[in-house]
């Protein structure tokens, strides 16, 4: 084998190995967010659970926790504090409530052998 082929070989590979990472990332289901929607009666909660906004975090290993509601029955929520081992994220609902989406995520702390 001449060089040529061996770095040949390492591109197929490294491609292949990134279309298996690829493949194994769950974005949310088209049909669940319009689920959510109907079920929580939020206007435009379908279009932000499936806006590219919402698939960058998914694939930070963000997770759509639940949604924060401003309207005039109940208290406006606040966003939660990041603690050490969940930190919060929101995007805006384009609805007349200005509700938001609230995002979550594990903090991973890389803990040292000796």
Not at 23 to 47: C, F, N, W
Not at 89 to 98: A, F
Request: glycine residues 4%; aromatic residues 8%.
């Amino acid at each position: 084998m001449s060089d040529g082929e061996d770095g040949w070989m390492s591109v197929v590979n490294k491609k292949k190995e990134r279309r298996a990472k690829q493949g194994t990332r769950k974005y949310m289901p088209e049909k669940v967010a319009y689920k959510l929607q109907h079920d929580l009666d939020i206007t435009g909660l379908a279009s932000v659970l499936l806006s590219t906004e919402s698939r960058n975090l998914q694939e930070d290993d963000w997770v759509f926790d639940r949604v924060l509601k401003n309207d005039t029955e109940t208290d406006p929520e606040d966003e939660p504090s990041n603690t050490g081992e969940v930190e919060f994220m929101c995007l805006p609902i384009p609805n007349k409530w200005n509700d938001r989406a609230l995002f979550s995520r594990r903090i991973v702390i890389a803990r040292e052998s000796n």
